[in-house]
């Protein structure tokens, strides 16, 4: 008994020796195949540079070349080798949340093995590698902070995934006939709609869950998500989005094409839907003003509109739905002084847990 258990504890402080004083940098030529050699090497380069203390509370070790650190796992997976090149431009994004989020991990390696890799490819470069911003082109600082902030976005958005069950066969779906027409970039931006789109259907009416995930994603995805998951529990009859050009119209419109978020058949005239995600109590920009000044010149022109396979009408009303109370009063007198009784304004109230009218309309 004595003497295996010698050679047990000979072969762990082995290893812990290892671990602990083999210099980074003689792992640098180790094959990248997956092995368990391979993390390893993934798992010390991870943290080189770091003091031996700081390497042990970052990595773990786990005896028997099994696992050595979260980021290792992910970086040699088989079906996300072949795109290292891309985890590697967001590494330490990607480290820090494979660090705190199991959630993550298993997202990523399901994303993985439910993707086409033609659909792979331009995904993972779209969330970890992004194009540049075309505000943020000319400075590299501002550049550099735009990328990490999408990049650190992206990761949220994985991870919102993984929390609430995503499995394999979700991503094939979300992926089904992604490439139809569009560049890879396209790509990456309609996966993240529909990640949203996922996201909300399983929250169900869950208000405090849905927040949870929004507040942590880019003001675009968390739109995404606000408006698909208000469609599904408080629009369920809305029929999609308004595309109306104005060349024409009677009226004056600042843009040549009018969207909206929904559209509801009101029964004698068409209601628009907008749905509104705002952080803070900031005000109305000027193209969201425009926008409501476009929507009274529709209503009060008695402009009619036929969505496809759908009967002509007016177009009489437009309720906005807001994210909080606060944005909603902030913002309701520059809507009421635009569209006066054909607006109404709601808002979500995440303390009763349902959608509300703001008092005044």
């Known amino acids: 008994?004595?003497?295996?258990?010698?050679?047990?504890?000979?072969?762990?402080?082995?290893?812990?020796?290892?671990?602990?004083?083999?210099?980074?940098?003689?792992?640098?030529?180790?094959?990248?195949?997956?092995?368990?050699?391979?993390?390893?090497?993934?798992?010390?380069?991870?943290?080189?540079?770091?003091?031996?203390?700081?390497?042990?509370?970052?990595?773990?070790?786990?005896?028997?070349?099994?696992?050595?650190?979260?980021?290792?796992?992910?970086?040699?997976?088989?079906?996300?080798?072949?795109?290292?090149?891309?985890?590697?431009?967001a590494l330490p994004q990607i480290r820090e949340m494979a660090t705190a989020s199991p959630e993550f991990r298993r997202a990523m390696i399901r994303m993985a093995k439910g993707m086409p890799p033609a659909n792979l490819e331009p995904v993972l470069k779209y969330l970890f590698d992004p194009p540049d911003s075309e505000s943020t082109k000319r400075t590299d600082g501002t550049r550099l902070l735009d990328k990490i902030h999408k990049i650190t976005q992206s990761t949220n958005l994985v991870r919102a995934l993984g929390e609430i069950g995503v499995l394999s066969h979700d991503f094939t779906g979300m992926t089904k006939g992604l490439a139809d027409g569009r560049d890879p970039a396209e790509q990456g931006k309609e996966f993240k709609r529909r990640a949203a789109d996922f996201?909300?259907?399983?929250?169900?009416?869950?208000?405090?869950?849905?927040?949870?995930?929004?507040?942590?994603?880019?003001?675009?995805?968390?739109?995404?998500?606000?408006?698909?998951?208000?469609t599904q529990n408080y629009f369920p009859q809305a029929i999609g989005r308004m595309h109306l050009s104005t060349k024409g119209l009677k009226g004056t419109y600042t843009r040549q094409i009018v969207h909206s978020d929904n559209l509801m058949d009101g029964g004698d005239g068409w209601t628009i839907v907008e749905m509104k995600h705002l952080r803070t109590s900031n005000s109305f920009d000027e193209d969201q003003l425009n926008q409501a000044s476009n929507y009274a010149?529709?209503?009060?022109?008695?402009?009619?509109?036929?969505?496809?396979?759908?009967?002509?009408?007016?177009?009489k009303k437009v309720i906005y739905v807001f994210s909080s109370r606060v944005a909603a009063e902030k913002n309701a007198p520059e809507i009421r002084s635009r569209l006066g009784l054909a607006a109404e304004i709601r808002y979500i109230d995440r303390s009763a847990s349902q959608m509300l009218v703001l008092k005044g309309n």
């Open 199 to 230: 996201i909300a259907r399983r929250i169900g009416d869950n208000i405090g869950k849905l927040f949870d995930v929004t507040d942590r994603l880019d003001p675009s995805t968390s739109g995404n998500l606000f408006e698909a998951w208000l």
């Open 297 to 315: 010149n529709l209503i009060g022109n008695q402009i009619e509109y036929a969505p496809k396979g759908q009967v002509k009408k007016p177009i």
């Open 1 to 89: 008994m004595n003497t295996l258990f010698v050679r047990r504890a000979s072969v762990f402080t082995l290893w812990l020796w290892v671990f602990l004083w083999l210099p980074a940098p003689a792992l640098a030529q180790a094959p990248n195949d997956g092995s368990a050699w391979c993390r390893f090497k993934w798992g010390l380069m991870d943290c080189a540079g770091e003091s031996c203390q700081a390497a042990r509370h970052r990595l773990g070790l786990v005896i028997g070349g099994r696992r050595y650190s979260p980021i290792a796992d992910l970086l040699t997976h088989p079906r996300l080798r072949p795109y290292e090149l891309y985890l590697q431009a």
